[in-house]
């Protein structure tokens, strides 16, 4: 009897809830509109960010290949600071 109270009242709410249910403006095909702009800022700041850590990474490597470069080309490393005669 619970079951059956349970499935006749999602029943209930998923058919009043189809009227209320309806797409965004820019999935009927819109476009102009603040949420269409909206998006399109969204859509950038991601774009932005993303490349932003991957210009990050670029950077690191670039970095790490210049450092092997240059003990492989001098045979040394810079010593950390551990290493300079702190005792």
């Given at each position: 009897?619970?079951?059956?109270?349970?499935?006749v009242f999602l029943a209930f709410f998923a058919l009043v809830g189809i009227t209320?249910?309806?797409?965004?403006?820019?999935?009927?095909?819109?476009?102009?509109?603040?949420?269409i702009d909206g998006m399109n800022r969204a859509i950038m700041t991601m774009i932005g960010i993303t490349g932003f850590v991957l210009t990050g990474f670029v950077a690191?490597?670039?970095?790490?290949?210049?450092?092997?470069k240059h003990h492989n080309a001098t045979g040394t490393a810079?010593?950390?600071d551990y290493e300079k005669g702190a005792s």
């Open positions: 009897m619970n079951a059956r109270r349970i499935i209320q249910a309806s797409a965004c403006p820019s999935c009927y095909g819109q476009a102009q509109g603040p949420v690191l490597f670039i970095s790490i290949g210049r450092k092997t810079a010593a950390p």
